[in-house]
Nanobody, 120 residues
Framework: QVQLVESGGGLVQPGGSLRLSCAAS????????KAWYRQTPGNQRELVAT???????IYANSVRGRFTISGDNVQKTVYLQMTSLRPADTAVYYC??????????????WGQGTPVTVSS
């Protein structure tokens, strides 16, 4: 079974940086898009950044210029470099793959989430 495992979350002061990592295990045949989402209590999960099949990247307005998404389809990884962090960035961050799983076909695959807290 395909699994995504995130790491790198934690507590950081405003203005600080964190790098989130996400690695996939299992039988992924093809990866189309990779993305990071975040969610705060009582709110819907929101898109933070995504890498399209073309390699182009898209960012939420609130993080553009501060966050950088990168990844490798061969290594089945995606990263989110976060700089100039703000308290408003506090959330649980989830990685997401739009990919073909050998066992279930094309699927939207989610990690378990990693918490990020920005506070002094």
């Amino acid at each position: 079974q395909v699994q995504l495992v995130e790491s790198g979350g934690g507590l950081v002061q405003p203005g600080g940086s964190l790098r989130l990592s996400c690695a996939a295990s299992g039988n992924i045949v093809t990866i189309y898009e990779k993305a990071w989402y975040r969610q705060t209590p009582g709110n819907q999960r929101e898109l933070v950044a995504t890498i399209l099949t073309s390699g182009a990247t898209i960012y939420a307005n609130s993080v553009r210029g501060r966050f950088t998404i990168s990844g490798d389809n061969v290594q089945k990884t995606v990263y989110l470099q976060m700089t100039s962090l703000r308290p408003a960035d506090t959330a649980v961050y989830y990685c997401n793959f739009d990919a073909v799983d050998l066992n279930r076909g094309r699927a939207n695959i989610w990690g378990q989430g990693t918490p990020v807290t920005v506070s002094s």
